[in-house]
């Protein structure tokens, strides 16, 4: 057990992971709720774009989610046109994702103002801080 003063200080670290979240997703969330999406959708547009003809069951490894949860946000994305669902050309079971072009222009400026809004953060603490976030966040992300 931790004493209570590295207690305060770790809650305070809680804390500041969900508002600094909360601030990190805002940008993006006002132009998803535009459209009547969610953080989800970006997540999906994001991990496509970032892996052009990602199939269904690696997307799910990538996001951690069920078939049931991925399900209704790729039909979703599918039905506005933002993400295309083709056969791959070496196995027709196979469904790669990609975006459109639409689903292009939209993920550049959802992620567009995440990027803006770390360039700020990175500028203003200087690398030597942004190296020690990267190495939180890679720890935290590991598990």
Not at 89 to 118: F, Y
């Amino acid at each position: 057990m931790v004493d209570r003063k590295r207690e305060d200080e770790l809650r305070e670290a809680i804390e500041l992971l969900y508002f600094s979240y909360r601030a990190f997703t805002a940008g993006p969330d006002r132009i998803l709720q535009k459209r009547g999406l969610g953080r989800v959708h970006h997540r999906v547009l994001y991990f496509i774009s970032r892996n052009p003809g990602l199939s269904v069951n690696e997307l799910l490894d990538v996001l951690q989610i069920s078939k049931q949860a991925l399900n209704t946000p790729l039909r979703q994305l599918a039905s506005m046109k933002l993400v295309d669902n083709a056969r791959a050309p070496h196995d027709a079971r196979v469904r790669e994702l990609r975006l459109t072009a639409e689903g292009i222009k939209l993920e550049a400026r959802l992620s567009g103002t995440q990027m803006l809004h770390l360039e700020e953060m990175f500028a203003g603490a200087g690398p030597k801080a942004e190296r020690g976030w990267r190495d939180i966040m890679q720890r935290l992300a590991a598990g």
